[in-house]
């Protein structure tokens, strides 16, 4: 089956800094890849997709890359805000089950 | 409004005793999946159905049931078996696009879980 590796929390930052949270896979063929984020006491929210390889995911400002040559899809967002404080997973489709998995899941906050 | 709809948000249980969560959707949505998710941890899968009157363990089935009568509905129960109980709980389900399971979930916003 899938597995998923991010990298781990929390990620401190300051209001309009950089975010970069690494994620790689390992999967059957080309899965499709998401990220969902998850604010406090919620349930999850897609933030963004992508369902082949060099295709970009793009959503409120974040993006992330299918990069197949590496099995990665970083999440990037150039200028954080205090309301993207949550957390997030990245999660590749398992193409078997038709199911997703997620990784551990990667805390954000982000300070004024 | 469309979307899934998950009751009880909490529910207390004492030790021995089975509980069922609740699970609807009016998305109109065929699959549909129940993850479990504890402090620091991902998601993981208990079960998941694809089509009415059928389901699959998912990796961590043991000590869980669930049904799938109509398409809109998938309790979840948690019986005496599942030996660490407490968690948050969360039902989610999935489209099709011209045929094709697209990936994409839709969750509720979850059931917590305390065993007393």
């Known amino acids: 089956g899938n597995s998923v590796t991010q990298m781990e929390g929390p990620v401190t930052l300051s209001e309009e800094a950089f975010l970069t949270i690494n994620c790689t896979y390992t999967a059957t063929g080309y899965p499709s890849l998401f990220w969902y984020v998850q604010y406090p006491g919620e349930g999850l929210q897609l933030l963004l997709k992508a369902t082949k390889a060099d295709d970009k995911g793009s959503n409120k400002g974040f993006e992330a890359t299918y990069r197949k040559e590496t099995t990665s899809f970083h999440l990037e967002k150039g200028s954080v805000q205090v309301s993207d404080s949550a957390v997030y997973f990245c999660?590749?489709?398992?193409?078997?089950?038709?199911?997703?998995?997620f990784g551990s899941g990667t805390r954000l906050q982000v300070q004024p | 409004d469309g979307g899934i709809t998950q009751s009880p948000k909490y529910l207390f249980r004492k030790e021995g005793q089975n509980v069922t969560l609740s699970c609807e959707q009016n998305l109109n949505h065929d699959a549909m999946y129940w993850y479990r998710q504890d402090p620091g941890q991902g998601l993981r899968l208990i079960y998941y159905s694809q089509i009415v009157n059928d389901f699959q363990k998912g990796d961590i089935a043991e000590g869980y049931s669930v049904s799938r009568e109509k398409k809109e509905s998938f309790p979840l129960t948690v019986t005496s078996a599942q030996k660490n109980p407490t968690a948050f709980y969360l039902c989610a389900s999935s489209p099709r696009d011209r045929g094709r399971r697209t990936g994409e979930l839709f969750f509720g916003e979850g059931s917590r879980l305390t065993v007393l």
């Open positions: 999660a590749p489709m398992d193409t078997g089950r038709r199911a997703l998995t």
